[in-house]
């Protein structure tokens, strides 16, 4: 297994390589998805509305957590990839060792503060009284175990920073399998198991990240994994101050990129909202299947970053174009094909989601003016994602944020004053051309003229 890993840059077949390695990453994003939208259905099916409206209200706190650690894996990756391409393996364990230190004090203190200020976060949040008390002990539960969360996110994603995108696949399954069979159990109380309702599917996270921590232990150790936790990795989790450094510098801005995406969001749902419920639910639609055709794209661009930083750690920086035409063609290959495929069959998907025919046609009209676009979003975050390898983070978050604040949100507003409810997605296609070509832009013209060099 190691010595695969150690050349997965320097394959005679890029393109082949390439593709295996992202074929489980794409498998895991979406697995990951359907987790949520199972849990909810059970909630709904089995609790109804009320409980539904008490696990909702976790999810903007649950995405601004979701920033900070998705950020600090983000940054550890890149140094992973650069240290796993050197074959320096020693850089590799303090590189993780450090990364687990600050997930460990972060998760922990988020989840003693959570538990203590949870019930004023949610008045802060403006909840209804209605729904308190189904929502407190949800959000409490889940705030207590984010410790557990935040290490299960960073650990899977610095394995595919040694070029193991299966094991990520195997634990994302693994917790799938838990929270589906533990949730409904737990929420109903079958088998002798006290009803807990609302509790149900934080103890069933819970429960499932555990578990799938405990697997990592065993399986890692078994298969004698490069990042398999034993002694020498264990003495490595301490503060390491050059190395959290770097790994906050690249970090930081893809979670506070994350969080201007969904400030954006919270925007664009406020104009929706003004053109009915009609409008609100054909937009939740349209969003569902646009998440899922993005997968893709955003998988590519993580194993695009990956491929980069093992190129820049072996010294192989000539490789990095190669990586991105890759990058590019796979984008073209797979996100153009669903895109073909969401146009050819966007009524029958509008109407997984919608049974209003109706709203299945105007559903329709939004997700055609967009779904072209999405292949340029995927070539932005390539390019995004290949300088990220090299340590150019902040002028390429600043390109992602300008497209959001200054084109996005604008563009909405102003084409939703000619065009109506149709205007808010001609600006969610003129955001992705504009970032592409922005992104594209300072790839071939500024960055590709910089010396690239190893962050560690």
Known sequence: MQNNQQTLVTQPNLWKTFFIFLLPLIATNILQNLSGTINTIFVGQMLGVHAIAAVAVFFPILFCLLAFVIGLSA???????????????????????????????????????????????????GLDDDVMHLSLPYVQWMLAGSPLL??????????????????PLYASTMSIGVGVI?????????????????????????????????????????TDHPLKP??????????HPKLSKIILRLGIPTGVQMITTSVAGLVIIGLVNRHGADATAAYGAVNQVLNYIQFPALSIAIAASIFAAQAIGAGKSDLLSKVTKTALSMNFLF???????????????????????????????????????????????????????????????????????????????????????????YAYALAFVCLCLMQGLYYQFVW????IQVLI
């Not at 590709?448 to 010396?451: D, P, V």
């Open 335 to 425: 996100t153009g094909s669903l895109v073909i495929l969401a146009y050819l069959f966007s009524k029958y998907l509008m109407a997984l989601f919608i049974t209003d025919p109706n709203v299945v046609v105007l559903g329709q009209q939004l997700l055609f003016i967009v779904l072209w676009s999405i292949l340029f979003f995927g070539a932005s975050a390539i390019f995004a994602s290949i300088m990220r390898a090299s340590g150019t983070v902040n002028i390429p978050m600043l390109i992602n944020v300008f497209a959001i604040v200054c084109i996005e949100v604008p563009a909405a507003y102003l084409f939703s004053d000619w065009w109506g409810l149709e205007g808010i997605w």
């Open 182 to 222: 533990t949730t409904p159990v737990l929420i109903a109380g079958y088998f002798g198991f006290p009803k807990l309702g609302t509790l149900a599917p934080a103890i069933a996270t819970n429960l499932g990240m555990f578990t799938v921590l405990l697997f990592l232990i065993i399986y890692l150790n078994r």
């Open 150 to 167: 935040f290490i299960y996110i960073v650990y899977t994603s610095i394995l595919r920073g040694v070029g193991d995108s299966k094991t």
């Open 230 to 239: 034993d002694l020498n990795l264990i003495k490595s989790i301490r503060h």
């Open 75 to 125: 940054g550890a990756t890149v140094l992973v990839g650069q240290a796993w391409g050197a074959q320096n393996l020693e850089k590799v364990r303090n590189v993780v060792g450090s990364t687990l230190f600050m997930t460990l004090v972060g998760g922990t203190i988020i989840a003693i503060l959570g538990v203590i200020f949870a019930e004023h976060i949610l008045l802060a949040l």
């Open 448 to 451: 590709k003229k910089k010396t």
